[in-house]
């Protein structure tokens, strides 16, 4: 941890509420339990799920000393009068409290479908990809060389032996062949490709960078759950939760939108657009 946790810092109260654990005091400042879970709360998503040591607790509480001596010397020295600190602090307040209100009115309204997530995980293929895919593939980077595969394809040419005599890829020794299971052996474009091209067909040709590439899908199966996490481990499960957090937030927002409408009618608005600077 920091010397100092001023990125995890939280209001530190004068006066504390009534049965609250104090923890420490510091001048006219009290440091209570609650504002101690509160900083470890805000740091977890660094930790990564590794727990707090007693010995963890003790050094965040130290750095909270330490931040409020200093605080309390800012205000020594009138800093927190200073116009530009007042207005970051009140777009500080105005965010926490915000996103407090998203939260409390509209997450529990909010549910996302087993099939909403499905469709979405489904449509980032570079982050999660439940398939195993087996394709040939003819790389060249002429225009005058796809040009003469393409034309030895359409006569009936093997996709294999013309791959050996074209390609330029390394899986040419293999007439092309490939077998994908993670997203990250392809970029975006090629997954899309290999994803959507139908069984036994030649697909459309790209373009990536200076290679030129058409490829003809073999065989494409969806793998389970648990041999995707096999494969992936703990970068899935991120991956479906990153994805589950999007969608809530979509759908908040969305609620949101709806609600500010039909407050705006309730509320006076006036705006200055000429004032804009």
């Not at 087996?134 to 009936?156: H, N, P, T």
Request: net charge neutral; hydrophobic share 40%.
């Amino acid at each position: 941890m920091a010397i100092l946790c001023l990125g995890v810092l939280i209001p530190l109260p004068l006066i504390h509420a009534q049965g609250e654990k104090i923890l420490a005091k510091v001048g006219n400042v009290v440091i209570t339990q609650e504002e101690l879970d509160a900083a470890l709360a805000k740091l977890a998503p660094s930790r990564r799920g590794v727990a707090y040591t007693r010995k963890d607790k003790e050094e965040l509480l130290n750095n909270l000393i330490q931040s409020a001596i200093i605080l309390q010397e800012a205000e020594k020295e009138k800093l927190d009068q200073n116009p530009v600190i007042k207005v970051k602090v009140k777009l500080f307040e105005n965010e926490l409290l915000l996103n407090e209100y998203l939260k409390v009115k509209f997450e529990p309204l909010v549910r996302v479908e087993k099939e909403e997530l499905d469709k979405y995980l489904k449509g980032h293929p570079e982050q999660y990809f439940p398939y195993e895919i087996r394709f040939r593939e003819i790389v060249v980077q002429k225009q005058e060389d796809i040009k003469k595969v393409m034309e030895d394809l359409k006569k009936g040419g093997d996709f294999a032996e013309v791959a050996k005599e074209h390609s330029t890829a390394r899986s040419k020794i293999y007439g092309g062949v490939r077998v994908i299971k993670d997203p990250k052996e392809l970029p975006r474009p090629y997954l899309d490709l290999i994803i959507d091209a139908k069984i036994g067909e030649i697909s459309d040709v790209i373009q990536l960078n200076k290679d030129i590439i058409v490829v003809k899908v073999e065989e494409r199966k969806e793998v389970s759950i648990e041999e995707m996490r096999k494969l992936q481990g703990k970068n899935l499960e991120k991956v479906v939760e990153a994805a589950l957090g999007k969608l809530k937030r979509e759908k908040i927002e969305t609620l949101a939108a709806k609600q500010i409408e039909e407050m705006k009618g309730k509320t006076k608005v006036e705006v200055y657009y000429d004032q804009v600077k």
